[in-house]
């Protein structure tokens, strides 16, 4: 019977030839050889007996391999600045110009007045000056890298003092503590988990300190029996003051309707912190990159590091950081869809939530859906003690458990991913975009095909 299955399997020629004028050969090549070395082998085992699903096997494998590696996917989960899923999308406008320069050449190091070579930090560092009132500025590719060119340039071979409870862990195992020391730096702890005074920090520091640093602990938050110490309380002790802040918020969130202490820059810098450092794509709303702030003697020799041309940032990042930053300069900041999506009152949500219900009711009628209230997440390692009342499409099948409605949608060509409660698949419309609810009943009904 094996060897009869083997014999059976089609000539490979033949199958490539059947997809070949529908998908780059490259592909339907690497697809069929995959397809029938997997076939090969569960015949051998014992776990095939027939070949019936061969052409809807290879025709799921040449689809996947057709398709690009990074892929756009609508994301219902709630989570606003969704770290999995790419964190902050661009504005429209942002997009757009990234793709203008992208095309072509740019003057990214090249300076259109004097005609000689320029520098492409400078495309950005007068947007920052102006919306935040800092002395200088400096942007490289992530704010790890911030942490690291301001450790390694201020503090190599000395001393930075930290406080336990703000030795935390970024994401992807990237934790503070190794990012210190693999600047150079020599970590001091003080205080302990929950409780660190001003005295701590005084008792601490040696003629080798070099910094006092402050991590904003922007992913997770302690309550209780806490003590913690002000970053102005810090400014006291006549050392420069690092604050690692983590979102790179741009605007007192109370103008979204969010009452919250999260640090935002144009204060930092009012209140006297010498080096500031921050994300582009978390509260800010831009491409990923590290924004370092601060009084000009400290910021200038981070730019003169040589280390600062390993994690520099390229023309389309600096193109999408400009153009959201010029949003911010015009008061346009509601045209950044995270800050967006985080103003977004409960009853326009609901509206939003009974839209789409109705748009999937008409075109798959036999799910069983439903409206239901619930919170949504500001994710991305900011605000964790904020919950967002919002409301979601609830989705049941008679047959597939959630699990498997869950699968099927996150293996289609525009995935779309939920979350799921209680048995039951969720739809946040919190952070589906506008373009997308029309997209969202054909998805689900490829899904139950």
Not at 188 to 210: H, P, Q, S, W
Not at 211 to 229: A, C, P, Q, T, W
Request: one cysteine or more; glycine letters at 6%; hydrophobic letters at 35%.
């Amino acid at each position: 019977m094996r060897e009869e299955l083997l014999r059976s399997l089609p000539q490979v020629s033949k199958l490539i030839e059947h997809y070949k004028d529908r998908y780059p050969e490259v592909y339907v090549k690497q697809a069929v050889k995959d397809t029938l070395d997997q076939i090969r082998k569960e015949i051998k085992e014992g776990k095939r007996s027939t070949l019936t699903d061969l052409y809807e096997f290879l025709e799921e494998s040449v689809r996947k391999k057709a398709q690009t590696k990074l892929r756009r996917v609508i994301n219902a989960t709630g989570v606003v600045i969704n770290t999995n899923l790419g964190r902050s999308p661009l504005a429209e406008e942002v997009a757009e110009f990234v793709s203008y320069i992208a095309k072509g050449y740019s003057n990214l190091e090249y300076d259109l007045d004097e005609g000689r070579r320029g520098s492409r930090y400078k495309l950005v560092e007068e947007y920052l000056i102006q919306l935040t009132g800092c002395e200088s500025a400096f942007v490289v590719n992530n704010n790890a890298s911030a942490v690291f060119l301001v450790l390694n340039t201020h503090a190599s071979g000395k001393e930075v003092i930290v406080s336990r409870g703000e030795l935390v862990e970024i994401g992807g195992s990237f934790r503070i503590p190794d990012i210190m020391r693999a600047s150079g730096a020599r970590l001091i702890e003080v205080g302990t988990t929950n409780k660190t005074r001003l005295k701590d920090y005084e008792i601490a520091i040696t003629e080798n300190t070099a910094l006092i640093m402050k991590v904003h602990r922007s992913n997770f938050y302690m309550e209780g029996f806490v003590e913690d110490v002000k970053v102005e309380d810090l400014l006291k002790l006549s050392l420069p003051v690092y604050y690692d802040t983590g979102s790179g918020l741009l605007l007192d969130l109370k103008t979204l309707g969010i009452n919250s202490e999260e640090p935002d820059l144009k204060s930092c810098v009012e209140k006297g912190i010498h080096l500031i450092s921050a994300s582009g794509d978390k509260l800010l709303g831009g491409p990923q990159a590290g924004i370092i702030l601060g009084k000009k003697h400290l910021v200038e020799p981070i730019k003169r590091n040589p280390l600062s041309r390993i994690v520099r940032i390229d023309k389309m990042t600096l193109a999408g950081l400009e153009m959201t930053l010029r949003l911010y300069m015009e008061e346009r900041w509601q045209e950044i869809p995270i800050l967006r999506m985080l103003s977004y009152k409960p009853s326009y949500l609901r509206r939003r939530a009974k839209k789409l219900y109705n748009l999937i009711k008409e075109k798959v009628p036999e799910l069983e859906l439903g409206i239901v209230k619930d919170t949504s997440k500001c994710g991305g390692g900011s605000l964790p003690e904020l919950t967002l009342q919002t409301y979601c499409v609830s989705i049941k099948h008679e047959k597939l458990s959630a699990q498997e409605l869950s699968r099927r949608l996150r293996n289609l060509d525009t995935p779309l991913i939920g979350r799921i409660k209680e048995n039951t698949l969720l739809l946040d419309v919190r952070t589906i975009l506008d373009e997308e609810l029309k997209l969202i009943p054909d998805i689900i009904r490829k899904a139950l095909l």
